[in-house]
């Protein structure tokens, strides 16, 4: 059985100490709750077995500082300059960089592909307990592979409730809400292998002219969350779009007394009392609103009894918006909607 711990200097200490032990530890960080080991091809294992997760995805490893991070990646000097541009402008924070690994990085952690993920987290718990620990973490999501990811305590032992020895750091919500933006260092370029909450364009704003936003597939297996069925709810789950609207596809799927639908900026509200329960990730359009909601609704549609299917509005329905990071920022959260509907979109009959 799992425990769980606070946020106290003397339980931070102890999970610390379990982490240089060999064992597991779940910790809050601003984007979601982490499963962290120490970088050792035993403790790693331990992780992979927990959350059930392939050997093929790569496990970001976390560190209290960017000088710290930096040790663990072979740079060029121009993937020096940019990496000391973009830890200065994004770290702490929800940012994780991508480069060829020294040797002390595992095998476990690089998934073969001669790479490593670094992050400094700005999460105050976070950044103690990697103090304390003194060594970095590697840690995905703690949660079970291709379930909707973590933001809360009660999230983490929903899923790994019953790990043997797992110590938990109860520390809140996580305050944005969902993982972070996952950049390859390669030369003079940057490429997005995972967008998050820090955009293309603002990293375009710290080194202009060096953003590639469509990185090839190849690329993309150096960064976890590439899988077409991710953050998904364990239930049949679709993207739809109004009939009749410009984007609308061919198949559809119509509303049930056991549907929950979740909406965007009121999209569907007018079938709100069709459905068994409705939810808003943001009724007035804030799409940093609606990052930060999108995993605890997720988790509340799965578990409303009765329920049987998850029906989410394609956020391309709510209409542009002006500002665009919040355009940015709608494609990193479509990207977490497509794939907790495995990338299923319909026509929603209403």
Known sequence: MAKVLTTSEEDLTIAAKQINAGGLVAFPTE?????GAHLEEKALAQIFAAKHRPYSDPLITHFATAEAAKKYLILTD???????KLAAAFW??????????????????MAGTGCVGVRV?????????????????????ANLFGHVSPTTC?????????????????????TIGIESTVLRLHGKNITVLRPGFITAGQVEQVIPGSVTRDAGVQEKLASPGHETRHYAPNMPTYLVRKQGSKD????????????????????????????????????????????????????????T???????????????NHDDTHDNELCNSLR????????HQIRTLIL
Do not use: W
């Open 78 to 84: 121009e993937e020096s300059a940019n990496f000391d």
């Open 248 to 303: 609308a596809v061919e198949q559809t799927v119509s509303l049930t007394p056991d549907t929950v639908l979740i909406d965007f900026n009121r999209t569907f509200s007018t079938a709100s009392s069709q459905v068994l329960r409705y939810f808003d990730l943001s009724p007035v359009g804030n799409v940093a609103d609606a990052v930060r909601n999108v995993y605890n609704v997720l988790r509340d549609a799965e578990v």
């Open 31 to 35: 984007t979601v709750y982490g499963l």
């Open 92 to 109: 702490p924070g929800p940012m994780t960089l991508v480069a060829p690994a020294t040797k002390a990085v595992p095998p476990l952690v």
């Open 305 to 319: 009894p009765g329920a049987k299917q998850c029906i989410i509005a394609d956020i391309l329905e709510s209409g």
């Open 335 to 342: 990207d977490r909607l497509l794939r907790s509907a495995s």
């Open 121 to 141: 987290p700005s999460h105050p718990i976070a950044h103690r307990f990697l103090e304390i620990c003194g060594e970095p973490v590697a840690a995905p999501s």
């Open 154 to 174: 009660d999230h983490v032992m929903y899923d790994l409730g019953q790990t043997p020895d797992l110590l938990v750091i109860s520390g809140g919500n996580a």
